[in-house]
């Protein structure tokens, strides 16, 4: 059904993983397009393991220049001076890619991912965004949507050791095997905007609160860069907490301080959160792209404190 | 937070990681970007290309070279002023040893086989230095942390023994492919390119058993002179005509069976081949023996393709003439290995045509390559989340938060919207023989059993001891080691000879024999029960260990016994219910459905190579079993 099969070369070095997901899965990595903004110790494994899985492209943006801060967590960046001065964390992020594996293109996009149009955005297949305002990730999802083919849409961010994943597949059919039977799946994805601005005091108390101190953490850092956040902010923050608490009408206990603290103190990236969520990422773009099992709908969280990593549905439908 | 405490305790510790694989190129990585800098690494392999799509510190250019030494120096390129040190050897030599293993603050294991994780389970115990081991399968993994006296060890629990079936399934009944990929494996390509002197039950056995065995031994003896091609087709007939009828003349065994059909190479091959024969010749040999491949001479490029009965016919003699014609000096001497093309053709074939004699559903050479070579499913996404997840865990072990270590299952599916789930560790088994010292009961003929069969079946390949000495009351039976001298060698290779009753110090019911291996610093006791009858097809062995596996009697229950195969499916799922409830948790009790996907994810090995044939398949098997 997708055309040309795969070569000797394809069949022996992804042999072990054909075995896991099917030459048809495989074939279908082989020609899908990864846009990937922001290049963070999480998104870096990302980019390793999609890279390894054998997809048909990945173009990476992230203009920032290499300092000491972007090496942190970042296996991609050799920590050489040398090397990388003047060159910027796409660019050497890029040619340890490269490297992994010769058969898929990486290459690099520079500019900034607000002001792309919607044609830029057709030529891919799944958008990731490490990291970004709200407002970018809002209007690039929003560009995703409007396009006539399914891009898939994804954000990540680990903070400390805890870590988000959003998706929106929009309208998304698939097929799995129940038993010895093949059944239709349909999943109606909301919209980044949709998700995060869901009211709280109809979702479920069992809710991971990972959700609610993430959104109360991006309405503080809004407008700041990411990771400038700091504990002179606390207070800002709770002030922010005590706000939307009132405005959902739910209790302001429903969010543990100390969480909030984790997490607009935890500066740098903790590397194990990062190979965890990083892989759990990879995976579910695997999964889109290939069409093959249950996708995450719509939020994943991960806490190293609990160790759980949990999936949470979080759309209106609580309200209807 | 105390990240600054974590981070000097991180820098100032020193751990040992065992494999460096898909699980251990993973966490190499991470725990260098961790922070620790002080990291000695064993693995004995050497790169392989398919190795390449998830080990990722791997390059098509190191194909060949050691992994602990390649894995080093890659990472030690992102993280320059780190010690790592790397031992390109197995970790079951004898300078691992307990005092090698007390250096460490704590193991890490990447492992991918059963036997070499027992081994380091017992070093650790001995060491008394925490283990944190990991696995995986797909998209399934664990990670679990071993404290000795505070968490159960490795072995606490029973793990399924490497898959079996009985004999006469696979050499007179099969239903499912995996019994003719044996059939194929063990007994044909066994008989025909390894040992001849070894036993081989390739020929059935008709009822009228006077057939002289002389008879048909000599069907596989090629003449001086024979045609090669002539003498494939005489094994063809003979193994897929012959063999098969004579196997049809047991109305007993086809009453409730579908009868298989049999089949001869005039009905599926043209008169000559010599047209292929001449081809093959000019385009095999090139890139030395493990290349030879008679695909390119029949015209089959796609090894994911199902071939019909002619084109397997074709390669099964092809595969043939080819072994005899470019490496007649291996033949006598050849085992199956899933790296060497020609053999996995041939293996694909014979066994494809097994099948459709049989009516079962034919495969591919790649899905054919798998079940033969028992190649388990990995991906990188599975091995990087399990290597995150160790060194989480290995941080909580150098800080000694008991209370907070977990061990970790990757599902595939959510279980209570649970991807990654975290459960409270078990106790210790207090009836473990492994930790805490309990005895073993041996059910075994004591007049008909020699001392080398309960060497071999039992105290290496049940107890998994790798230099064992046994000793009855003061009496040593038995010992190995470098430092022996020649008398006591000649006494120990007399004594394995022996019957245990005919012992220097006989070994009789209710004997009590001391069985130790000085390297894994693991000594046990075996009570001797004797017993004169074993059924054949349930302990094929002639033996019965309890305390250390499942007991076969209480197998039979959940399966229903009409046919061999359920005996199978019992064994698998007998690592279940029974065990699970015996075992207690340190605290907190988690839902019962939750703790069967823990069991089933469990029981899953690893990363590369393993003895179970199919871990997907048996923890399926499992959940419908209960």
Request: aromatic fraction near 8%; glycine fraction near 6%; charged fraction near 25%.
């Amino acid at each position: 059904m997708d055309g040309e099969e795969l070569t000797e070369q394809e069949t022996a070095l992804y042999d072990r993983q054909i075995r896991v997901w099917g030459p048809n899965a495989q074939r279908r990595l082989t020609k899908s397009h990864i846009l990937v903004s922001g290049i963070k110790g999480t998104v870096a494994e990302f980019c390793k393991n999609i890279v390894l899985a054998g997809v048909g492209s990945v173009t990476l943006m992230d203009d920032r220049l290499v300092n000491e801060e972007a090496l942190n967590a970042n296996f991609l960046i050799p920590p050489d001076e040398n090397a990388y001065t003047g060159k910027t964390v796409a660019e050497i992020c890029c040619d340890s890619l490269r490297d992994f594996n010769p058969m898929v293109h990486v290459s690099v996009e520079k500019g900034d991912l607000s002001t792309f149009g919607a044609e830029f955005f057709e030529k891919f297949d799944v958008v990731v965004i490490g990291y970004g305002t709200r407002v970018i990730k809002k209007s690039v999802n929003e560009q995703c949507r409007k396009l006539s083919k399914r891009v898939a849409f994804y954000t990540v961010d680990c903070r400390d050791s805890c870590g988000e994943i959003f998706v929106d597949l929009q309208n998304y059919k698939y097929t799995k095997k129940k038993l010895e039977e093949t059944v239709e799946c349909e999943l109606n994805y909301p919209s980044f905007q949709e998700a995060i601005s869901v009211p709280w005091k109809p979702i479920p108390r069992r809710t991971a609160k990972l959700y609610f101190a993430m959104r109360e953490v991006f309405e503080e850092s809004e407008g700041r860069k990411h990771g400038e956040c700091s504990l002179l902010d606390r207070a800002k923050v709770l002030e922010i907490k005590k706000k939307l608490c009132e405005a959902n009408s739910v209790s302001e206990s429903h969010i543990p301080d100390n969480l909030l603290e984790r997490l607009i103190t935890g500066h740098t990236e903790f590397p194990p959160a990062c190979a965890i969520v990083g892989g759990i990422l990879a995976q579910e773009v695997i999964k889109a792209v290939s069409g093959k099992g249950d996708p995450l709908k719509n939020f994943f969280y991960f806490d190293a404190q609990d160790g759980k990593g949990v999936m949470e549905d979080i759309s209106d439908s609580f309200t209807s | 937070m105390d990240t600054q405490h974590q981070q000097s305790a991180l820098k100032a510790a020193k751990v040992l990681m065992v494999g460096a694989g898909g699980i251990g190129c993973e966490l190499l990585k991470t725990l260098a970007l961790s922070g620790f800098e002080d990291i000695h690494i064993i693995d004995m392999d050497t790169i392989e290309v398919s190795n390449l799509n998830r080990q990722f510190l791997f390059r098509r250019s190191h194909v060949g070279q050691s992994k602990a030494k390649v894995a080093r120096d890659a990472v030690l390129r992102f993280r320059p002023h780190i010690n790592i040190r790397s031992y390109h050897a197995n970790v079951k030599n004898p300078e691992f040893d307990a005092d090698f293993f007390k250096q460490f603050d704590v193991i890490l294991n990447g492992l991918d086989n059963l036997d070499a994780r027992r081994h380091v389970n017992r070093l650790c115990l001995a060491a008394d230095v925490p283990l944190v081991e990991s696995g995986t399968t797909g998209f399934l993994g664990q990670v679990t942390v071993h404290v000795k006296g505070k968490t159960e060890c490795y072995e606490c629990q029973t793990k399924p023994a490497p898959k079996t079936y009985p004999v006469c399934t696979i050499t007179s009944t099969p239903t499912k492919f995996v019994h003719c990929i044996v059939w194929a494996k063990d007994l044909l390509f066994a008989k025909l390119f390894g040992d001849k002197n070894q036993d081989n039950d390739l020929n059935v056995r008709s009822n009228n058993s006077a057939s002289s065995s002389k008879e048909t031994e000599d069907v596989f003896e090629r003449a001086e002179d024979e045609d090669i091609e002539q003498y494939g087709r005489k094994i063809y007939d003979h193994v897929f005509g012959y063999n098969i009828e004579t196997a049809l003349s047991n109305e007993e065994t086809w009453k409730n069976r579908r009868r298989p059909r049999p089949i001869y190479s005039k009905e599926v091959l043209p008169e000559s081949l010599t047209q292929q024969n001449g081809s093959s010749q000019n385009s095999s040999v090139t890139d030395g023996d493990s290349m030879i491949s008679v695909m390119p001479s029949l015209g089959l490029k796609n090894p994911q393709e199902l071939w019909g009965l002619t084109q397997n016919s074709l390669v099964f003699i092809e595969a043939l003439k080819l072994f005899f014609a470019k490496r007649k000096k291996e033949i006598g001497h050849l085992t199956f290995d899933k790296d060497d093309q020609l053999a996995v053709e041939f293996v694909t074939a014979a066994a494809n045509i097994r099948a459709e004699s049989f009516g079962i559903p034919l495969h591919s050479l790649f899905e054919a390559k798998g079940i033969a070579g028992n190649i388990v499913h990995a991906v990188a996404t599975t091995n990087a989340i399990v290597a995150g997840l160790i060194v989480i865990e290995a941080i909580k072990v150098l800080k000694k938060d008991v209370d907070k270590y977990r061990m970790t299952y990757c599902l595939e599916h959510p279980s209570r919207k649970l991807l990654l789930m975290p459960v409270q560790p078990f106790e210790p088994n207090p009836s473990c023989y492994v930790c805490s010292k309990t005895p073993l009961v041996l059910e075994i003929n004591t007049q008909k059993s020699k001392l080398r069969d309960l060497v071999d079946k039992i105290v290496k390949a049940k107890l998994g001891m790798n230099l064992p000495l046994i000793m009855h009351g003061a009496s040593l039976l038995y010992e190995v080691g470098d430092d022996l001298d020649d008398i006591m060698v000649a006494n120990y290779n007399a004594n394995l000879e022996k019957h245990l009753s005919e012992l220097p110090s006989p070994v009789v019911n209710g004997s009590i024999l001391t069985v130790e291996d000085l390297q894994q610093e693991l000594s046990c006791k075996i009570n001797i029960k004797h017993r004169e009858e074993f059924d054949e097809e349930k302990e094929p062995e002639g033996m019965v260990l309890s305390g250390w596996t499942q007991s076969p009697a209480t197998n039979g229950e959940s399966a229903s016994t009409s046919n061999n195969e359920n005996a199978i499916d019992a064994t698998d799922s007998s690592s279940g219910p029974e065990i699970v409830t015996k075992k207690r948790r340190l605290s907190e009790t988690k839902p019962e459905n939750h703790k069967k996907e823990a069991e089933n994810v469990e029981s899953e090995e690893d990363d590369d190579l393993v003895e179970i044939e199919n871990p997907m398949m048996v923890s399926k098997k499992k959940k419908r079993v209960e």
